[in-house]
């Protein structure tokens, strides 16, 4: 018997009018989307910081990493699997993949988002 969990296929909630990246999940706002899977969703950074930078998201809404990683781990799995589906194709397999969490960091749309950054060698300077 398999103990692999999968992702629920219910939100947490309604998909959020007002959430930007719900509304490009729901094809409501355009965006370039390179991957999909039955959970997750990869499009262009409208505002690209690396030769490669994707974000990728949940179809289901959740406010940040940690939402999700408390909600639904398979969820968070299924993202990171899609990011790692995209850098293989455009970067080599090798990224870094970023979740800023709280305004703080520098988030600014509360839809997790994890940045995959790849496609050059990265500095390291977050400040
Ligand atoms: P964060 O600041 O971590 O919340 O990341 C949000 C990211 O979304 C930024 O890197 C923005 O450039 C990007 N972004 C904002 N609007 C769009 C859009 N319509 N399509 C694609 N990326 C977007």
Redesign the pocket.
Known sequence: MSTTATPSSSAPGPADADC?FCR?VAGE?P?TVVATSEHAVA?????P?APVHV?VVPRAHHRDVVSLAAADPALLAAVVALGDEVARAEAGGEFRLVF?TGAQS????FHV?G?VLGGARLGWSPG
Not at 43 to 47: L, Y
Not at 106 to 109: C, E, L
């Open positions: 930007l490009i706002v965006a499009f262009r950074d409208i505002d910081q974000l800023n520098g988030q600014s749309v988002h940045h």
